[in-house]
């Protein structure tokens, strides 16, 4: 069974950026994709973005795209997310997701309630 502890978040300003992590136990993550899903109060879950083992395949949302980077390494078990340019309305609770590959493509993600799950971290962008 796969662990995800989520670590990075906090309050930016508008136009600040993070680097969220996601620290993975119990297994090695390469059989998996790792996806971030954000959720805000009010709004539905979004999938921010995915990567498959070897980062040779990745997806971004429109609102992620040119602003966030994923990115992971196998040998630490971790994955990042690289956020840039960053606006309120990136205002959420971020989390991994252990899932299967098959579910990360380059136009799509799908992160599903039994994947694995980070307990996530709080994102504020806010003057």
């Known amino acids: 069974q796969v662990q995800l502890v989520e670590s990075g978040g906090g309050v930016v300003q508008p136009g600040g950026s993070l680097r969220l992590s996601c620290a993975a136990s119990g297994a090695t993550l390469d059989d998996y994709a790792i996806g971030w899903v954000r959720q805000s109060p009010g709004k539905e879950r979004e999938g921010v973005a995915c990567?498959?083992?070897?980062?040779?395949?990745?997806f971004y949302s429109n609102p992620a795209k040119g602003r966030f980077t994923i990115s992971r390494d196998d040998a630490k078990n971790t994955i990042y997310l690289q956020m840039d340019s960053l606006t309120p309305e990136d205002t959420a609770v971020y989390y991994c997701?252990?899932?299967?590959?098959?579910?990360?493509?380059?136009?799509?993600?799908?992160?599903?309630?039994?994947?694995?799950w980070g307990q996530g971290t709080q994102v504020t962008v806010s003057s």
């Open positions: 997701s252990a899932g299967s590959p098959a579910d990360c493509g380059t136009t799509y993600y799908i992160a599903r309630a039994t994947d694995y």
């Open positions: 990567i498959i083992s070897g980062g040779g395949r990745t």
